[in-house]
Structures are given as C-alpha cells and as structure tokens.
C-alpha cells in the first residue's frame, strides 16, 4: 500500500467532499478501540458532525487535514494540525486526531502521514509541536521512532470507548 499511498493536504476547496469517508474512517477506529474523544458505539451521525467541524476549521485556516489515500482514491487515515492557538503560541501547533484504518495498519500510513504533517508545521512556520496518546498504545510506537520527546503520563485522563478509564500520555517535538 505505501507504494500506492498518496498523503495530500486537503484544501478548503475538496474538504466537504472529504467529511463522509473520514466519518468512515473514524468509526472504524473507534469500533477497533481507539481512544480518539468518542464513545462506542459510535453514531454516524456524530462522526459527521464532527468532520463537519473540521472542515469549518479548514475553510478559516484554524486546522491543516492530511489525508492517506489508496490506489482506489480511498482515504485511509488522517491526521490533523491545530494551527488556532493562543497568541502567545504562533510558533506551535497540536497533532490532533491520528487515524488509519484498521485494513490500512502496519503498512507505513501511519508514518508517511507523521512525515508530512512536521512538512505542514513547517511551512505554516510552527516548530514546536505536541500530541498526547493513550500510554501504552500502539501509537506510542510510532511516535517515539519519529523522533518525539515522551514528557509524561496522566493516569485516568480519558475514557477508551468501552468506559474504562486510561492514562494520556504526552510528547512535543521541536522541528529544525
């Protein structure tokens, strides 16, 4: 799949034809157990409205989305940058929202998609980015290889999608 993977930063232009298949997307991974803000079962109707709020945050320049897609055109995975921040903070941005399907795992989409959002950071000049994930989770993984800075964990800071309580764990990384 990663031959065939293409990572492109949607523009306001495409990003309503883009909120059906990322609801798609984000029901699988919180189907699959994925800790992203959501409860199980997950409607579709929630997932839309919230890539719906997106892609507002897309339209006014308030959040960079990348998406994977396949040979098909399929989005399998995203990932967003929080650019609305604090005044006091136009240096920086938060990885928001790391998602790839479960057909598409452990074939680089993940890894590409992290590539091309610090090329994003860059060009909208933040170099000090942040994320937090569940501690222990596949995703950490991921992060650690990419060069992220682990600063700490915080017990029972969110609920998986079953209800049971889980630990945040937080990293930021300074782009050069």
């Known amino acids: ?35 992203v ?19 507002e945050g897309v339209r006014h320049g308030e959040r960079a989305l990348l998406v994977a897609e396949d040979s098909a055109n399929s989005i ?7 650019l609305a921040l604090p005044e006091n903070q136009p240096h920086r941005a938060d990885v928001a929202k790391m998602l790839v399907r479960r057909d598409a795992r452990r074939r680089g989409v993940a890894q590409r998609l992290m590539a091309e959002v610090d ?28 060069g992220w800075t682990r600063v700490g964990d915080v017990p ?11 630990s945040t764990t937080f990293y930021y990384r300074h782009l050069t």
């Open 1 to 35: 799949m990663s031959d065939t993977l293409i990572i492109r930063r949607v523009t306001p232009d495409d990003v309503d034809a883009c909120v059906e298949p990322l609801a798609d997307v984000l029901i699988d991974c919180v189907e699959g157990g994925a800790s």
């Open 37 to 55: 803000s959501f409860m199980s079962p997950l409607s579709r109707e929630t997932a839309l409205g919230f890539w719906r709020g997106v892609a």
């Open 76 to 82: 399998v995975g995203t990932v967003q940058l929080v």
């Open 119 to 146: 090329a994003v950071a860059r060009d909208e000049g933040r170099v000090v980015l942040v994320l937090d994930t569940v501690t222990g989770g596949e995703a950490e993984r991921l992060y650690q290889r990419a």
């Open 156 to 166: 029972g800071y969110a609920l998986m999608p079953d209800g049971a309580l889980c």
